[in-house]
């Protein structure tokens, strides 16, 4: 499948641009501008990932979860001679909601004919399932495994592989990544743009459902100035307030990283219809019900890159669905939007409701949040975070110290050493 290329041209005769994906735009915004973020690029459906369909942390293993539930392909092992009489293998995952398409599958095909001999679906399970094919019949066969996803859908609709042992010839662990001579074949995601309307407008693509992958992370490259940077989502399908599902981060050129955290409760909230009434919340309503907007600072100096990250440990990966630059400058990542409409209300609440590095005051919203939600200060793990500084790249002993030697009121790194006799 050809991808649909990301164009912007301006008809200067009649006022029209022709944004991304063909939509015309008959009145531009002066300020605000889509960040390009383009869709899973061909080949990504399968990966090898540490979450299974429920974002919980497993064991490495070969999933096609690569571009989400919707991705589809097939990925196949280097052609082999069976040896032995037993083909075991583990298997993960769902072949449709009622487990009967037969489309979400694991298969022993004949290297020469390229007719199936075996094949095994999808266990309808989440947890790795031990499966096992008796091919003591096809001895000295040359044959490969091939394991294949055909269903794109939003649901139900993956499968992985965490081992296989075929005999000697073939024995792959994949806790230990993919092994060479494996070879992936899948389609491109679809680029289907829309415009969400607003106070602050944006341009997704409807043929995903979020931009962070399942492997957790992505990255935006940049190159321009911008005075605010909105998202569109902001959610997760459900989460427990105050924990931290993620972050967005600006990385600049001069070197220097800003995070911002997405907190359940803060920066994130459900995916429902009504947005959560806690003071706390810092998210604003768009024209899409279920989709909310979140408002950051970056710093004025140029932005490199914006690098969206999910959290490896606390579960559901936040869904943000698109991004929108606020800045004069202009730059071949950024795209027209449609000229916005805010009410004074909505200016005032970009105003009083956007995030930067200082403000709000974390700990009044840790309060509010622990208020809202009826939390003890013991129901939850602690959100300090710790940064590593090396001061040294020598070993110097076994024995560091920090304390305040000289009386000084200064504390000092020291260290004890044992000198040759």
């Known amino acids: 499948m050809t991808t649909r290329l990301w164009i912007a041209v301006t008809l200067i005769s009649s006022c029209v641009v022709i944004a991304a994906g063909g939509q015309e735009i008959a009145d531009v915004s002066a300020k605000y501008k889509a ?4 869709p899973p690029t061909l080949g990504t459906t399968w990966a090898i990932l540490e979450r299974d369909g429920a974002n919980r942390q497993v064991d490495p293993y070969l999933s096609s979860l690569g571009q989400g539930e919707s991705g589809t392909g097939t990925i196949s092992s280097p052609v082999f001679r069976l040896d032995t009489d037993i083909v075991r293998f583990t298997i993960r995952g769902h072949d449709g909601t009622d487990g009967k398409r037969g489309e979400n599958l694991i298969v022993l095909v004949d290297a020469r004919k390229g007719t199936d001999l075996r094949k095994t679906t999808a266990p309808a399970n989440d947890a790795l399932r031990e499966r096992s094919w008796d091919v003591a019949d096809l001895k000295d066969r040359e044959v490969r495994i091939e394991v294949r996803d055909g269903i794109a859908e939003g649901a139900f609709a993956w499968l992985g592989i ?9 024995r792959v662990d994949f806790r230990n990544g993919l092994p060479d001579g494996w070879n992936r074949t899948s389609r491109a995601a679809d680029v289907r ?3 969400v309307a607003g106070a602050v407008p944006f ?9 962070i992958p399942a492997k957790g992370e992505v990255e935006f490259p940049c190159g321009f100035v911008a005075e605010r940077v909105f998202l569109l989502g902001c959610t997760v399908p459900t989460g427990t307030p105050l924990i931290c599902y993620g972050a967005v981060e600006f990385h600049y050129r001069s070197g220097s990283v800003d995070s911002f955290p997405l907190i359940y409760g803060f920066t994130l909230d459900g995916q429902g219809k009504l947005l959560s009434p806690s003071k706390a919340m810092y998210l604003g309503r768009s024209s899409d019900p279920f989709q909310y907007v979140l408002a950051l600072a970056p710093e004025k100096e140029v932005i490199e890159m914006i690098r969206l990250v999910a959290s490896p440990t606390r579960g559901p990966i936040p869904q943000i669905t698109a991004i929108t630059c606020e800045t004069r400058d202009s730059h071949e990542r950024l795209l027209p939007l449609p000229k916005e409409q805010p009410s004074p209300e909505d200016t005032a609440w970009i105003t009083s409701h956007t995030i930067t590095t200082k403000l709000p005051d974390r700990h ?3 309060q509010e949040l622990r208020q809202a939600h009826k939390l003890a200060a013991t129901e939850l793990g602690s959100q300090i975070k710790f940064r590593v500084r090396h001061l040294d ?3 110097r002993s076994e024995g560091v110290a920090v ?6 009121g200064k504390k000092g790194v020291f260290y004890f050493e044992q000198l040759p006799k």
């Open 203 to 211: 341009q997704r693509n409807t043929s995903v459902t979020g931009l």
């Open 193 to 195: 743009n829309e415009f």
């Open 403 to 408: 304390a305040d030697v000289s009386g000084d």
């Open 393 to 395: 790249k020598a070993f």
């Open 35 to 38: 960040l390009n973020c383009p």
């Open 364 to 366: 009044a919203i840790e």
């Open 162 to 170: 965490g081992s296989i042992d075929a005999g000697p010839a073939l």
